[in-house]
């Protein structure tokens, strides 16, 4: 045993040991083994530890200060540091002490003793320079996962509404013009189709597929355009002679024809008992078919012929576009436009009012401009435009929800379905061989029909019904096959 005088004075002599940063509730004392080595040779034994596997390589460069491993991501399993090792007779070793230090230093208190044994397969890399789990989508957001933040959903994602993407119907449409200023297709609020082939006019009732020819002009005439007045039951045909025809569909019965143009009428547009015509002599007549007048006043401005007409929902404003590459808004008692737009570059054709928000106005350019644009008439402010890529055509909102649906020309004939205001695509239907020139939408608001030069008349549905507001109807051109219109 050693000698008390001695050890004093050796104490007292020697440099001072470096002596463990333990936490306050160890004490050196606990750390003593019986016939364990000295206290020095502790430390030693230690440092040895903490040096481990940090040795230099000439053929590696360590950059310490450079990349931060991630804790979570790490395999510390590879340092083979148990928290408690125990010996074969079942007593806690001695080392367990050194262990349990030695990874609370290295690797904090909260490292897990091991892998998921059902995870995939463990790197030999002790390191891990990024944390590979996988996070719930709301997890990115800046909020967290915090509940209490008003006006942030946590729920996922609705999945967007499906398309059909070929028509559930197709009807060949022999002498279909293909002419991008006539308007040959409309589709009535007692869900009958009229459609202007040639120089006859012919009616196909969607209830029941039958097909009635209303009329026929004769071998010095033809038909430019046809509308259907709001109550289903009257329908206005625009011929090339300059004339408009009133013809009663339930009795296959012309009421009255009305002159005052000079040159074809290609678009007309009802407002009630009102009746307006657009003609390539330049000019809009107004006509009330109560009166005996054939018409009750001439809007002029447009320089070119006009090609599309109508009217808003509550029957306050008529837009007019003209080959003039003009867009005019005019009011009730208007004879000149009360708001000019000029930003398209080829003919205006394609016009929509949305029934959703007052004064919201939708317009389409030519092969030139191939953009839709939306206006404000309420403050006369251009409120977006959107490069589609291709002649725009027709445009049509839906009644149920807030999208909108454009037929295409050169050159790629295609419909595209919008969803408003971000005009995101929904869908891009093809099948058409010819461009997109006629298009019109059923009375329940989720069917649209097409019409183009290779005569034939596609039916696709588009839009949510207005209970649902989710279709997913699968039918596809083969389930009711093809059929002919005349």
């Given at each position: ?275 307006s015509s657009g003609s390539r002599d330049k000019s809009i007549?107004q006509r009330d078919i109560r009166a005996q007048d054939d ?192």
């Amino acid at each position: 045993m050693d000698d008390p005088a001695l050890s004093n004075q050796r104490n007292q002599s020697s440099p001072a040991t470096p002596h463990l940063n333990l936490p306050s509730r160890m004490s050196d004392s606990s750390l003593h083994l019986e016939n364990g080595p000295s206290r020095s040779s502790r430390t030693m034994h230690i440092n040895r530890l903490l040096n481990y596997n940090y040795n230099s390589s000439p053929s590696r460069t360590i950059y310490s200060d450079r990349f931060i491993p991630s804790r979570s991501g790490s395999n510390f399993a590879l340092f083979d540091i148990s928290n408690s090792p125990t010996s074969a007779e079942g007593k806690e070793d001695g080392s367990g002490t050194y262990h349990s230090l030695l990874r609370s230093a290295l690797f904090g208190p909260d490292t897990p003793d091991k892998k998921d044994p059902l995870g995939p397969p463990a790197c030999r890399n002790i390191f891990r320079f990024k944390t590979e789990t996988k996070r719930p989508l709301h997890s990115l957001s800046p909020f967290g996962l915090d509940e209490s933040v008003p006006g942030i959903s946590h729920s996922p994602v609705k999945a967007s509404r499906k398309v059909p993407r070929s028509p559930y119907k197709v009807l060949d449409a022999p002498a279909l013009q293909d002419d991008f200023y006539l308007n040959l297709v409309d589709w009535s609020s007692n869900n009958v189709l009229a459609v202007g082939l040639g120089n006859c006019v012919y009616l196909w009732n969607a209830c029941s597929s039958k097909v009635t020819k209303l009329c026929d002009l004769g071998i010095d005439d033809s038909v430019c355009s046809v509308g259907w007045a709001q109550r289903g039951t009257h329908l206005a045909v625009g011929t090339s002679n300059g004339k408009v025809q009133i013809w009663d569909a339930t009795r296959c019965r012309r009421v009255r024809t009305m002159e005052g143009h000079r040159l074809r009428v290609g678009a007309l547009a009802w407002s009630s008992s009102l009746l307006s015509s657009g003609s390539r002599d330049k000019s809009i007549l107004q006509r009330d078919i109560r009166a005996q007048d054939d018409f009750a006043s001439k809007l002029s401005g447009h320089k070119s012929e006009v090609c599309g007409l109508k009217w808003s929902y509550d029957n306050r404003e008529l837009a007019s576009g003209g080959n003039d590459n003009k867009l005019f808004v005019w009011n009730q008692h208007s004879t000149q436009p009360v708001l000019k737009y000029c930003d398209h570059t080829a003919a205006v054709k394609a016009i929509a009012w949305s029934p959703h928000l007052h004064g919201l106005l939708a317009s389409g350019g030519g092969t030139a401009d191939r953009c839709i644009r939306f206006w404000n008439t309420t403050t006369n402010t251009h409120l977006s435009c959107m490069d589609t890529g291709s002649q725009v055509c027709n445009l049509v909102w839906s009644k149920n929800v807030n999208e909108l649906v454009s037929t295409h020309g050169y050159s790629q004939n295609q419909i595209i379905v919008w969803r408003y205001p971000m005009m995101s695509k929904l869908a891009t239907l093809t099948g058409h061989t010819y461009r997109v020139l006629y298009l019109a939408i059923s009375p329940d608001g989720q069917t649209i029909v097409t019409g183009a030069g290779d005569e034939t008349l596609r039916f696709w549905i588009v839009f949510p019904s207005q209970k649902s507001q989710n279709t997913d109807s699968e039918i596809g051109a083969s389930s009711l096959g093809r059929t002919t219109i005349r």
